[in-house]
């Protein structure tokens, strides 16, 4: 079988081919990472009307010939969550795609398909396992039981942890996106110059808040000297201040559970330290192991949509011209969800 995945969540538009027996074929991404840093950011209109333009150029990229295309037996797209009119845009082209071509269409969840982006690659993964995952907009701690089988328990109350990776590192004059170039600075930064607070970690529940720790990161900012040492220090402390959080919390959570599994996926999940760190808490606390996903598939991408479309096959169904977004989708809602 081979599956066609279609993702446009946000500003990434990408479009893959996954076949049931060899794997990931293709894997094209378009970002759009100059407009945004030439806007300080995503704005969704812009967002949305370059993926119009790109979506047709990245299939013509992907299919050829006409043999191709008539090799494809399913279509998959990211239906939520996400920006709505950047939604729209792969929902519509995966929809009239598939009425075209008399090719079942199938809509997923973004997060899911992060969730499980590690199985890609790796087919040691063995469920049950904790997963930490972290995004520009999300941060969630997930005890998952089975494909489909999903336990939230923990959330993000506000800022997810790249969202205000993102923030902070506009606030220290960096480029955008921000993240990579924050940990970037980071590794010139001096360790312990500043200390910078890790919140909710004695909290009972495993719910993470990340907004009042980039209010006293700005106001640091705000009254230190702008000097490219200062801010490397700054970074330092403020990634090891997020990556100790997320990391306590998820160690809660693995104890809560008593499993030895973790895997870790979403964009942050490309974080050096957050890695090493997860690394070294897993072997000394549970004698366990951390699963990520490849590099180049920690970001969106459609690679992680096709292989998740493969995995719910059979609530595919036959294409029709019903385009369904639903930009609040949360993981947890999935069995309460109707295709």
Not at 197 to 217: A, D, E, Q, W
Not at 229 to 243: G, L, M, S, Y
Request: hydrophobic share 40%; net charge positive.
């Amino acid at each position: 079988m081979k599956v066609l995945g279609i993702e446009t969540s946000c500003d990434d538009t990408g479009i893959a081919i996954y076949d049931s027996k060899k794997g990931l074929l293709i894997n094209e991404v378009y970002n759009q990472n100059i407009l945004n840093n030439k806007n300080g950011g995503v704005i969704p209109e812009l967002a949305s009307r370059q993926h119009m333009e790109s979506i047709t150029l990245l299939l013509k990229k992907i299919f050829i010939t006409e043999k191709e295309m008539k090799d494809i037996n399913l279509i998959a797209y990211t239906a939520g969550p996400g920006l709505v009119s950047s939604l729209l845009v792969g929902a519509t082209f995966a929809c009239s795609l598939g009425f075209s071509r008399n090719i079942p269409v199938i809509p997923v969840n973004h997060m899911e398909a992060h969730l499980l982006s590690p199985m890609l690659h790796s087919e040691l993964i063995k469920f049950p396992f904790i997963a930490l995952l972290v995004s520009g907009k999300h941060t969630q701690i997930i005890a998952v039981h089975q494909l489909g089988q999903y336990e939230l328990l923990g959330n993000c109350l506000d800022d997810a942890a790249g969202e205000a990776f993102d923030k902070i590192a506009k606030l220290l004059g960096l480029k955008y996106p921000g993240g990579p170039e924050l940990s970037k600075l980071a590794c010139s930064g001096i360790k312990n110059v500043f200390h910078f607070p890790r919140p909710m970690i004695h909290h009972s529940n495993l719910n993470f808040s990340f907004s009042g720790l980039k209010t006293y990161v700005s106001k640091v900012i705000e009254k230190s000297d702008k000097t490219l040492q200062t801010k490397a220090n700054i970074a330092r402390a403020f990634e090891d201040a997020v990556i100790d959080t997320l990391l306590i919390k998820t160690n809660k959570a693995l104890k809560e559970k008593k499993w030895k599994r973790l895997v870790i996926a979403g964009g942050v999940s490309a974080n050096y330290l957050l890695r090493q760190k997860a690394e070294k808490m897993i072997q000394e606390d549970f004698n366990g192991k951390v699963f990520y996903t490849k590099l180049d598939l920690s970001t969106d991408n459609g690679g992680m949509i096709a292989y998740l479309g493969f995995l719910r096959q059979k609530q595919a169904k036959k294409p029709q011209l019903n385009i369904l977004v639903k930009p609040k989708w949360s993981i947890s809602d999935l069995c309460l969800f109707s295709l």
